[in-house]
């Protein structure tokens, strides 16, 4: 963030340091690598009279692509299908509400959007599962916020709560055989099963730490590599983490499928 302007970047893994990518007024937000290739970002954007969902290239060549934009209501991409076909968001019900439903974006010609979830409560960070047939997501309908899962795109034939005493930020490992999501400091693995019908275990404490979110329901700030061997976790910074010494800092969690493996054996 500059000057009050937040950016989309990218941290070049090979040299080290992070490379801008848009650098224009607005606040850009929720990058999403698209699939199946990483060659494009797509974002949003907001607020003002440029307001929605863009897309770039990665490198940053080329013009940034209009994809999306919903009365001038914040709107902010949360995932994207394998075939990056598909684009699951998260939507004010009106501007300055901070109170979400999840709509689908078709990211072929004409960006198609549906309605997929607009009830009375907020829903949030959709997650769509490797197999394209499950959507994760956040709910306080219980008067808290907890994940959930339901078929999609269908998404009214079957709904399962999946957290236990709360719970945001879902997010699929890349074989669809475990969820994780956080709550607080903690960060829990629920191993589940898709076939011949969705089906969910008791939730498991993986690991803990002082981590960064958001606002309850808001932007994820944190992944899972596409191995499913490493966690990226963004850490507070040093004027919010007194005992953190870099001004930022990203965590790397590494071997927590052995400790997976031995809080919750196979059956």
Known sequence: MKDGNRDIAVWDNLRGGMIDRTHDAPVDFCPVWMPP??????????????????????????????????????????SISKDGKILLFQKEKRSGLQIFDIGMLSMEAGNTWLPLLEEAYSETQPQISPDGKWMAYCSNESGRLQVYVRSFPEVDKMRMPISVDGGESPLWSPTG??????????????????EPEFTAEKPEELFRGT?????????????????????????????????????SRINVVVNWFEELKARAPAK
Do not use: C
Request: proline letters at 8%; glycine letters at 12%.
């Open 37 to 78: 290739d990483g060659r494009q970002i797509v974002f949003g954007r907001g607020p003002g009279s440029n307001i929605g969902i863009y897309r770039m290239s990665a490198d940053g060549a080329g013009n940034i692509e209009h994809l999306h934009t919903d009365e001038g209501r914040n709107v902010a991409p949360n």
């Open 211 to 247: 981590y960064y979110s958001d606002p309850p329901g808001g932007n994820p700030s944190w992944d899972i590599s596409p191995d499913g061997k490493r966690f990226l976790i963004l850490k507070p910074s040093a004027a919010a983490d007194p005992e953190s010494s870099a001004s």
């Open 177 to 194: 055989r475990e969820l994780f999501y956080r709550r607080g400091d903690l960060v829990m693995a629920v191993a589940v099963e898709t």
